[in-house]
């Protein structure tokens, strides 16, 4: 008797990826391996919980991963070096995250010689390219499955499927779509499909509960976060965390960000990330005094470019690998402390303290005096400086005459 085709499933726990356990077992024969990737958003409790679930659901097996260290190592403190924020608003907490648990997923799949890989996504959203681009690179010749897109059933449909195999659970449709992770937290609702409504106070997970104001200090040591009011952290991750234990009370980082879908269409989601904000916003005010003009303004074109090609699965390009050395580089003096209070739903930058500080020069303070030039050497710059515009100008207004 032959083998069963083994095939890796991307598994959230929700209801599409329940069904597909169930469809990919009973009608279609394969092994099923239920495979979690946390990046952020689970808790040990909530892993064990889906492991259950997934046995009982018909899964051959199931493995949590912890993609936590190689999320933070590979993708997320390049989102910091580069302020990435995607149409200077949304710090893609879903869309970095979905790349590296597509990741997993193949990798995984590789390693058992599974024949084949599957995810829940639908298709009418940007995660069923992240997850099909990624397989078809790095899959060994892996059949890609996705019940969910190629069935087209409706929600209550996958729920009758399900209960006629003896899966009785509660489905109830939560008004909003939750996905956390460690780069933060994006709420769709009936709004969030308008162009005119706004996110009410309840759909936020954090609700406000902290009395303002809060002064904190956010140390950095090349560019990476190390430490909280003097206390370092043992890893910029759990820096990250940390951070986001103490601001999400106060409900900072909440926005709704409207952009382009990588099939086409334009997409609005909500969002609350008050660490990735924090740490973005910090971040930059450092380099403000850091760097030159010109490595920020490189630094600006090349981010953005990334977040763009990141958002559109593109996270195996070469090229993001260039933009990557050229980030890091640039954060060799981007260190010191950043100043910061946190208000109910807002915050406040207040200054930094750096060695590497270039308002400390001992040259000149802007606007008060200067130490190292005369004003004839102004006069003379300034001279030189306008002569191409003069040229400009005169040839300008002579062929206007001739005209």
């Not at 936020?204 to 370092?232: C, M, R, V, W």
């Not at 470019?305 to 195996?316: P, V």
């Not at 050229?326 to 060695?355: A, C, M, N, W």
Request: proline letters at 3%; charged letters at 20%; one cysteine or more.
């Amino acid at each position: 008797m032959s083998q069963p085709r083994q095939v890796v499933l991307a598994y959230s726990g929700g209801l599409d990826t329940s069904f597909c356990i169930k469809h990919l077992s009973l009608e279609k024969g394969y092994e099923v391996h239920a495979l979690t990737v946390n990046t952020g958003g689970f808790s040990p409790e909530e892993l064990k919980a889906l492991e259950q679930k997934a046995l009982d659901l018909g899964a051959a097996s199931y493995r949590a991963v912890d993609a936590l260290p190689a999320y933070y190592q590979q993708c997320i403190r390049y989102l910091i070096f580069g302020n990435v924020l995607r149409n200077n608003t949304y710090p893609l907490s879903v869309s970095a995250e979905r790349m590296f648990q597509a990741l997993e997923t193949v990798k995984y799949a590789n390693e058992i010689g599974a024949q084949a890989v599957a995810h829940g996504s639908t298709g009418a959203g940007n995660d069923q390219v992240r997850f099909d681009l990624v397989f078809e690179i790095l899959g060994n010749d892996l059949e890609i499955i996705t019940p969910i897109r190629d069935l087209q059933l409706s929600r209550q449909a996958e729920i009758e499927f399900l209960e006629k195999h003896g899966v009785n659970w509660p489905w109830e449709k939560a008004q909003y779509s939750i996905n956390q992770g460690i780069w933060g937290t994006s709420v769709g609702g009936a709004e969030t499909l308008t162009s005119h409504q706004a996110l009410p106070e309840q759909a936020y997970p954090s609700q406000l509960t902290a009395e303002g104001p809060l002064d904190l200090t956010l140390h950095f040591e090349k560019g990476e976060l190390t430490g909280i009011n003097g206390a370092k952290a043992s890893h910029p991750v759990a820096a990250i965390q940390a951070l986001q234990e103490i601001a999400a009370p106060f409900a900072i980082g909440r926005d709704t960000h409207v952009g382009d879908t990588i099939i086409g269409i334009k997409g609005r989601v909500g969002f609350e990330a008050a660490a990735p904000l924090l740490i973005i916003k910090a971040h930059h005010l450092l380099e403000k005094h850091t760097l030159t003009k010109w490595q920020q303004y490189w630094k600006e074109q090349l981010a953005n470019w990334y977040g763009m090609l990141l958002h559109e699965g593109q996270l195996l390009e070469p090229v993001m690998r260039n933009i990557e050395r050229f980030l890091e580089d640039t954060q060799s003096t981007v260190t010191g402390k950043v100043f910061l209070r946190l208000h109910p739903y807002r915050f406040e930058l207040l200054g930094i303290e750096s060695g590497y500080d270039l308002m400390n020069s001992g040259f000149g303070q802007y606007g008060e005096m200067n130490k190292a030039w005369s004003g004839q050497d102004v006069k003379g710059f300034t001279k030189i400086l306008s002569n191409a515009l003069k040229i400009q100008h005169f040839v300008s207004q002579k062929n206007e005459q001739d005209d």
